[in-house]
Nanobody, 124 residues
């Protein structure tokens, strides 16, 4: 069973930056996965894809809405996934979740294990 714990959310002004972290662990075994990704969910909206990366190799892909502003990365030795967010906008306000997947997808149904989420609020 995989456990994911997000951190790093908070309140930031528009144009500012934040870095989210997601630490992974697996009960009784070494953590491994094919893909790790970030999703977000704003109040009253569906959960949407933000970015994802292959755990081995580091190949990444992004939603069009964040490309050029957000950077996903990982530290395999620390079992930690990151999301560096820059030039933040009020519309980036949401709960951000990390998740794992066995396939290169962009839909929430493609991802299996989820963290509890961390709130990001961008003020105008």
């Amino acid at each position: 069973q995989v456990q994911l714990v997000e951190s790093g959310g908070g309140l930031v002004q528009a144009g500012g930056s934040l870095r989210l972290s997601c630490t992974a662990s697996a009960s009784g075994r070494t953590f491994s996965t094919y893909i790790m990704g970030w999703f977000r969910q704003a109040p009253g909206k569906e959960r949407e894809f933000v970015a994802a990366i292959t755990w081995i190799g580091g190949s990444s892909y992004y939603a069009a809405s964040v490309k050029g502003r957000f950077t996903i990365s990982r530290d395999n030795a620390k079992n930690t996934l990151y999301l560096q967010m820059s030039s933040l906008k009020p519309e980036d306000t949401a709960v951000y979740y990390c998740a794992t997947s066995r396939s290169r997808g962009q839909y929430a149904k493609d991802f299996a294990s989820w963290g509890q989420g961390t709130q990001v609020t961008v003020s105008s």
